[in-house]
């Protein structure tokens, strides 16, 4: 079990966010390809659906799961599929129907670890 901070930037939706999850990771810390599952929550800023020049932030709760391949110990890449419940959609980069005010939205994204 363990933490894991998480920032990101699109630049094709002009958002960031920032993301914290508790990860457990599956089977051996020997072998090189390891599952893992995740909860957490975050906040989303990007551009206002009535106001596009100003940011606006939403919150999530997210659930993920991935498979990394660590190269050390402390140096690994990874894959995963992020799955998220927008708990407002005042910003443009939650990808949700104009007319919702919350719902689902998911994700892939590939990366590198760094543990220490």
């Given at each position: 079990?363990g ?5 990101e930037?699109?630049a094709a939706a002009k958002?960031?966010s920032?993301q914290?999850?508790a990860?457990?990771?599956?089977g ?6 390891q599952?893992?599952v995740?909860l957490?929550?975050?906040l ?6 009535t106001?596009p ?8 709760l997210?659930?993920l799961g991935?498979?990394k391949?660590?190269?050390t ?13 927008y708990l407002?959609n005042?910003g443009?980069?939650?990808g949700?129907?104009t ?8 994700g892939?994204r590939?990366?590198?670890h760094?543990?220490f």
């Open positions: 079990m933490l894991r901070a998480t920032a930037y699109s958002a960031y920032l914290l999850n990860t457990r990771a599956f051996s810390t020997d072998g090189l390809f599952p893992y995740g957490g929550g975050g989303l800023v990007s551009p206002g659906r106001a020049a100003s940011g606006q932030a939403d919150g999530y997210n659930v991935g498979v391949y660590a190269f110990e402390t140096l690994s890449i990874f894959a995963e599929v992020d799955g998220r419940y407002s005042k443009t980069g939650t949700l129907a007319d919702s005010s919350r719902g689902i939205g998911a892939v590939l990366g590198a760094l543990n």
